[in-house]
């Protein structure tokens, strides 16, 4: 089987000395484990484009349909999304989105809506054509959220038993409904406090922390766009 498509790199680690393990999230496919040759070496041509939350387009072979690993053939540069990097806020954004997208996705299972929404969130952020990035990074959650299936707005019971106020709940209503994540314009102090719910929501649905929140929060003296 051959995979001709457009992924956002999701997670890697090095196989053995050389090579890697890379979990890259596909428009057609959804998300798929690749292996890679070499990749490792300095020198490799294809290691750019396993560098954590870029876009790339990929040529993957499939030899055996039992097979759990798509091999890398080839692969160019969509965006590496060099202005993300040059921010340690921006960086845990980034890195808040493909470890949601890892921790809420099966293997092989198609999301073209997903992903779309997720490479634009990417390219507002890139262009800076927002006003704040903590009011992208509520409406990326609870998109996610919604896509996986867990309506945050919706879940009475854990709202009732989690004392959210009904002015949080309006708010939570009005960001995932925005048409536009980059129109959002909250108040610091209040989309602070949204996002800290949303965290704790995540954490209440996998079971388990979110490294990148840590991270983030660990930023939250840096007031960066």
Do not use: W
């Not at 999230?25 to 020198?43: A, D, E, N, W, Y």
């Not at 294809?46 to 072979?61: C, D, G, K």
């Not at 097979?67 to 921010?87: D, G, H, W």
């Not at 708010?171 to 610091?188: H, N, T, W």
């Amino acid at each position: 089987m051959e995979l001709k498509t457009e992924g956002i790199v999701l997670k890697r680690h090095r196989s053995g000395e050389k090579d890697d393990i890379t979990f890259i999230f596909t428009r057609s496919l959804g998300k798929v484990m690749v292996s890679s040759k070499g990749t490792q070496k300095m020198s490799s041509k294809l290691r750019p484009v396993l560098e954590l939350f870029s876009i790339n387009n990929y040529q993957l072979l499939k030899s055996k349909k039992e097979s759990k690993y798509f091999t890398l053939i080839n692969a160019e540069p969509v965006n590496m999304f060099q202005n993300m990097r040059s921010s340690l806020r921006k960086i845990g954004f980034s890195y808040l989105v493909v470890e949601l997208l890892n921790k809420f996705t099966e293997i092989e299972d198609p999301h073209e809506e997903l992903y779309d929404a997720a490479k634009q969130i990417m390219d507002i952020v890139e262009s800076n054509a927002y006003s704040n990035i903590e009011n992208i990074e509520s409406y990326f959650k609870l998109m996610i959220l919604k896509y996986a299936g867990y309506d945050l707005s919706k879940d009475a019971q854990y709202l009732k038993d989690h004392h959210i106020s009904r002015e949080i709940k309006e708010l939570f209503r009005m960001i995932q409904s925005s048409p536009d994540a980059s129109i959002l314009d909250v108040e610091y102090d209040v989309i602070r406090e949204i996002n800290m719910a949303i965290d704790a929501y995540v954490i209440y649905i996998l079971g388990e922390d979110v490294f990148s929140t840590k991270f983030i929060n660990g930023l939250k003296d840096d007031k960066g766009k």
